[in-house]
Structures are given as C-alpha cells and as structure tokens.
C-alpha cells in the first residue's frame, strides 16, 4: 500500500498535467474493487481498494492544489514587493543570507514559497514569525514542494513568533548566544546541533567533515535523536513503575515537546513519526508488526502532503527506520558468529542504515561515504550523552550554574564526534566517487544485498557463495581505486595551489581557493573528469559555485557537486529548466550580476557583468557571468566566461580594469576576442580551458594577441592539469605535462 501510493504521488507531482487523470482512474478502481470485494467476499479484493482510495486521495490533493499553486506561481514571477510570508521551517544560514519556507496568500491563492534573503536579517525571523519580503521571484519546477521561489532584498518581521514558538526561539538563541559562547570550537558550536538541531553555530568546515564521515544525521534532529527522547522517558517511566500505556502516552508527549523545541517543521515531524514508530515497535517486542505501522505511516503522510514523495528526506527517513526494524537484527546475529553480541549489534545498526540508505544517496550525491560505519561506531556512543546533557543545559537557562555545568561536560562527547568527524573526513577517499543515476542506484543495491546475503547466511548456499565471491572482488577493485586516486593521485600535484585549471576537455572548470575556502567557476562538459579534478586536489568542499552560462561546456559537470557545493551563482538562464542541476545540487540557487560581492576565506570577489535587467544581449555567451577575485593569498584574477568580441569591448569600457596576475581566458581562446581589453588586462598568466575540437581554439590570433602581452600561457589541451599559486612571494605556474610547456617558460 506505501510503494502504490508512494509511486501515484510522485507520477502526479513531477507530470501535475496528468494529476486529475490518475485521481479519477484510482477512484473508480477503488470503487470498482469494493464492489467485487462485496461481491465475492475476498480480503484481497478489498485491501485493493483501501490502496487504490489512497492512491486516489493523494492524486486528488495534487489536482485540486494546482490552480492555487499555479496562481501563486505566476503571480510571484518577476519583482515581489511586500510579501508577507508566514515561516513554517527552520532558518538556516546560507553564504551571505538565510533561507527558509512558508506559506502565503497571492490574489486569494495560498501556496508555500521558498525565500532566499540576502543582507541585513531581521532579529526575530524564525519558526512562527510572519515577515513582509521584498525581491524578485520565479516558478519552481514540477516535483518541489514550493511552489515559487522569492530571491529577498530585504525583510521587516511582521509578527514575531507566537506563544510555544516564540519560548522555543528564545530558548535555542540563549542557548547558542548565552550558553556555549564560551566553549572551545569545534565542539562548543556543535553541541547545540548535536541536543536541539540548531546549527547556527557550526562552521562550514566541520559542516563538511561531518558530511564526509557519514555523520550529519547527528547535526540535524534525525531519528536518533527522537529516539533517545522517546527512550529516556520510557525508561524514566518503567523506573517509576508505570504501566506500558502509560509510558508510551508520556514518551509521546515529550516527544512532542521536543519536536516544539526543535522547531516542527515537516521534516522534523516525519523524523518524530518514524523514530516512534521504530522505538515503539522494538520496544514491544513486534519488529513485524513495527513494519506494518511503518508501511501504514509512510501511506498517511504521503497523503496529507504528496510532494513528500519527492523528497529523499523523507525516502531516507523510511529506509532507516526500515532498516533499523528489518534488517538490523539480521546483520547483528550473522556478525555475531565472528563477535561479542554487544560489538555485533553495535555494528549492524549504522551498517542496516548504510546498505538501504547508501543506494538513495546516490541519486543526488553520487559518492561513498566510505568510512561511515566506522566513524559511527566511534562518534555514536558520545552521541546520546552529548544530546541529553546538551537538551538539560537548554531547558535549565533560568538556572545559569546548572545549564553551564551541563554543558561543560556535554562539551566532552560534542569534541570528541567533532574529532572524530575531522579525522575521518582528511583521510584518502573519504567520499568514494560512484555511479550517478539509477545506475549507480543499481549498483549499490547489488553491493549492498551481497553484504548482507555474506553476513545474514542466506540460502541457497550457492547464492552465499556467489555473493562473496562478487564481494571480494568488488572491495578488492575499489582498495586499489582509492590507493590511486585518494593516496597517489594527490601526492602527484602542489598541494599549496590557489588557482586549479582542470583538464576537463573541450570546456570550463576553475578552482579558486583562499585560507582553505573553495569556489569554482563552471563544470565543464563531463562530470567524471570533474570528479577526478577534484578527488585529486582533495577538495571535498566548495562555498561558492559560479555558473557563467548554461552552454554544455560550462554546466554539464553540476552533478559532480552533489555533497560538496553550498551555493550556486548563475548568469542569465533562457528558463527554469536550465537551472534543475544545479537546484538538485543545493537549495542556495541564486542569479548573479554586476555589483554583486562575496567574501571566499581572505579573498574578496564581486561580479563585474552582465548588468541586471540588462537586455543588449540574448542569455548565452555574452552574458556570462564575469567574475574578478583577488586576496593576499590569491592572484588577481578576472574570469571571461565566453565573451564575444562585442561583449568584451562594453565590459572594457564599463568596469575599471587594469592589470591582473591571472586571466582566464574567454571562450576557450576563440578569434572573437578584443585585443584592447587583453592589452589592458595584461595578465601575467593566461589559463585556456580548452580539449580536443573542430573550432580552432585556440586560436593563432588570440594566441598572438597574449604574446604580444607578456603573458605565459597555460592550456588544458597540452598542459592538462595547471595549478597556480605562490612561492615566497613569487607567482607560481605548475603544469601536469610540462613537457609541453614553450621553452622559455616553466
């Protein structure tokens, strides 16, 4: 009944057109199959018709929420101007703002937006408050739970957080702000993540460290830590004596209490549901009968919200629990032939959760956390200890000695995940590149049921045999993979860089970095050169991306930075299609132009063309996005998308240029380039992302018009990968194949 509904919601929320179509279709199935239930006095019959009811049922709320979300959508494309939006999620920092969704009412329509604000954020913007935005908006694409997303100037609180919420706010903001301000980072700033999900005060760098270890479930209020919750106060109750209705009716409602202090946003609620459900069932004793509550919980709130069947939040929220109530146990017995029952069991939860979640990941993150087992193990007992001693110090803030004191020893456990997240995270391939797509989803499957058929000993015995087999074939491959591109691929490479040009092919992909922040500049045409580009460079995390056009050359390499990249900047787009890479990449999806300015680690950057609104040119090359950096650690650099000649003359005339350390050169060394502004420019390097092609790039005459500037040029043809950076001061130009450097250059 969930896999039916779950797969009718989703059919009608990425094809809406076909919405009223299925709602009909699955009535009169529902209705049809009653009747014959009636009829012949069949049980099948009639729990055919309880799933086509509620297939229908989820169609039904997809079709009748279509013209609202149709009228918001096109009311809101274009400038907003006194928006009100009410919050109904967390507010998360984003680089240079904080995003958030909420309900709204457009021409009598009310639909849920997405809001991206950039600039000055009110003090009382949270869970519950109603704030008044101003910007510009556009249509999301079918399949997102919002329907329009709102790119915010500015925004003026309206009403502040009501009643619970606003005692809620109060308590996570004194407890960042006031309780552990004074405790060393990294542990201090993830305590507050690790007890009530507030991750204001954790840095992008352990942010990506967790990522990398598998460990972020424990930076968001996840199952885990409902669970706990829903533990502690059961057991708390059993202790008093109390009768098992009992426990469960208090459990539940501090667990309600939690999800209020934790902001309840829907991912928290579904996170609530599910970790109930699976404490609830194993704590009674019925792991099957947990499976059938959990098939029935997925069924209702794909119901009550069908664009839940988009989500991988919610897929990967379902699968742990399935796992944790089907397969855990399992795993643990077969481990158990080789190991203490406690070690056993202690591996075969995170293990359950890797093998069903793992193959989910993929389809948006096409990588491995390959030590994430492990790093659980070890993070996972500081977990609970963290969690419960940081929730204390939250809720005990009236009584400052003993919400310090609780915090000073949750302190300990938050340093110690913290640790482990950072140690796991630096060493070699910690994130193991993998098939992206149903194929890579195909093929963790496959990996993954060959674990568990060695683990659990099914039968047949050949079966068992044949997987072990495939098992130690494929680890044994992917041990060397990662002994050459994780430990060897680096070690081949300058590690202190500050400018990487990848060997991409006939294409874009420039790394920029800057006391340890990262930012790169287009994808180019292949995701896998992109990937082995950045595993060889070790760069897991990246705050920026900028995405100059949308030509193949330039963007089709986005999925590459699935898990890695925080926020995307984009020149002018012919459409929304265009940008559903890149929204798949991240939820920071925003359009770049002139006056626009960032901060990357010491480095300032800032947007130089296309002007906004600007129409001298149709989207494409000669509105790519032109991007100039520079820092104490890194060169001046100007970055020339694909400019034409024409384009190139308005940019020279409109921004004040002058010389540069780095220029990178525009459309991959085309003829139509202007003469003038490379003269004024005078880079001292030129970097041509450029392979195999039937254009002539470079060409001859662009090439003669950097010589006749004095600049050494670096091409991604012949030189493959060139790194730049600085030597005692001095400019430094690295190339893979330096054979094929002039003679007279390095």
């Known amino acids: 009944m969930a896999l039916a509904t779950w797969a009718v919601a989703l059919a009608c929320v990425l094809w809406p057109a076909a919405a009223g179509a299925a709602a009909i279709g699955s009535w009169c199935a529902a209705g049809a199959a009653l009747a014959a239930a009636f009829l012949t006095r069949r049980g099948a019959l009639a729990l055919a018709s309880v799933v086509c009811a509620a297939a229908a049922i989820a169609a039904s709320g997809v079709w009748l929420a279509l013209p609202s979300r149709d009228a918001a959508a096109e009311a809101l494309d274009g400038q907003v101007r006194d928006l009100v939006v009410h919050v109904t999620t967390k507010v998360e920092p984003t680089l240079g703002g904080v995003r958030f969704s909420g309900s709204v009412i457009v021409d009598g329509s009310s639909a849920l937006v997405a809001v991206r604000l950039s600039g000055e954020i009110p003090e009382d913007l949270d869970l519950g408050a109603r704030v008044s935005v101003t910007g510009g908006g556009q249509p999301t694409d079918p399949g997102e739970a919002a329907a329009a997303i709102v790119f915010a100037r500015s925004a003026e609180v309206v009403d502040a957080p009501p009643h619970v919420f606003g005692v809620a706010s109060a308590l996570r903001r004194g407890f960042v702000d006031d309780v552990v301000r004074g405790l060393p980072d990294p542990g201090g700033g993830l305590l507050p993540g690790l007890s009530v ?388 990449v991240t939820d920071d999806v925003r359009e770049g132009s002139a006056g626009l300015s960032g901060t990357l680690g010491n480095a300032s950057w800032r947007v130089l063309w296309p002007r906004a609104g600007s129409r001298a040119f149709e989207p494409g090359n000669d509105t790519s996005l032109i991007v100039e950096i520079a820092g104490p650690d890194l060169p001046h650099t100007i970055l020339l998308g694909d400019l034409g000649e024409d384009a190139q003359r308005l940019l020279g005339a409109e921004a004040d240029l002058g010389p540069v350390d780095v220029v990178k050169v525009s459309h991959h060394g085309s003829r139509d380039h202007s003469p003038a502004l490379y003269a004024a420019l005078r880079p001292r390097i030129a970097l041509i992302g450029v392979g195999e092609n039937d254009y002539g790039h470079p060409h001859p005459d662009l090439l003669a018009t950097l010589a006749r500037t004095g600049s050494r040029v670096a091409r991604s043809d012949t030189d493959g990968l060139v790194l730049v950076g600085y030597e005692d001061g001095e400019l430094t130009l690295w190339r893979e194949n330096p054979a094929a450097a002039p003679p007279d250059d390095g």
């Not at 928290?268 to 599910?274: C, G």
């Not at 709130?301 to 991988?312: E, G, I, K």
């Not at 590149?433 to 049921?449: H, I, M, Q, R, V």
């Open 197 to 584: 999900g507030e991750t204001s005060a954790v840095s992008d760098e352990l942010d990506a460290h967790m990522k990398a270890s598998s460990l972020s479930h424990l930076t968001a209020v996840s199952g885990s830590n409902c669970s706990l919750v829903v533990g502690l106060a059961y057991g708390a109750c059993a202790l008093c004596g109390l009768g098992r209705r009992t426990r469960i009716a208090v459990a539940t409602a501090v667990l309600a209490g939690f999800v209020v202090l934790v902001t309840p946003e829907a991912s928290v609620i579904r996170a609530a549901a599910m970790s109930a459900i699976g404490m609830f069932a194993l704590l009674l004793g019925r792991r099957g009968a947990g499976a059938a509550v959990l098939a029935l919980a997925v069924t209702v709130l794909v119901v009550a919200d069908p664009w839940l069947a988009t989500s991988f939040g919610f897929l990967l929220s379902a699968a742990a629990t399935g796992a944790l109530l089907l397969l855990a146990e399992p795993l643990a017995r077969g481990l158990g032939r080789w190991m203490p029952r406690a070690l056993a069991l202690g591996i075969a939860v995170p293990l359950a959760a890797q093998l069903v979640c793992g193959p989910i990941i993929v389809l948006f993150a096409p990588e491995v956390a390959l030590y994430g087992v492990v790093a659980n193990m070890i993070a996972g007992p500081g977990a609970p200890i963290a969690t419960v001693l940081g929730l204390v110090a939250c809720l005990a803030q009236p009584i400052p000695p003993l919400a310090l004191g609780a915090a000073a020893i949750a302190w300990l456990p938050s340093a110690w995940i913290a640790q482990t997240a950072e140690t796991f995270a630096t060493l070699p391939a910690a994130r193991l590149g993998w098939s992206e797509g149903w194929l890579g989803f195909a093929l963790l499957t496959a990996l993954g049921a060959a674990c568990a058929a060695v683990i659990c000993r099914v039968r047949p015995r050949w079966l068992r045999r044949l997987s072990g087999a495939a098992l130690a074939v494929i680890v044994g491959s992917g041990a060397g993979m990662v002994v050459l591109a994780g430990v060897a691929g680096p070690l081949t490479a300058p590690r202190d860089w500050a400018i990487a040009l990848c060997d991409v092919g006939q294409g874009d992909a420039i790394l920029l970095r800057s006391a340890g922040h990262t930012a790169i500049v287009d994808t180019g045409p292949d995701v896998r050169a992109l990937e082995a580009c950045l595993s060889r460079l070790g760069v897991d995390d990246i705050d920026v991306a900028f995405l100059t056009h949308f030509d193949a050359d330039h963007v089709t390499g986005v999925p590459a930075l699935a898990g890695r990249a925080h926020t995307i900047i984009y020149g002018p787009a012919s459409g929304p299609g265009e940008l559903a890479d890149a929204r798949a």
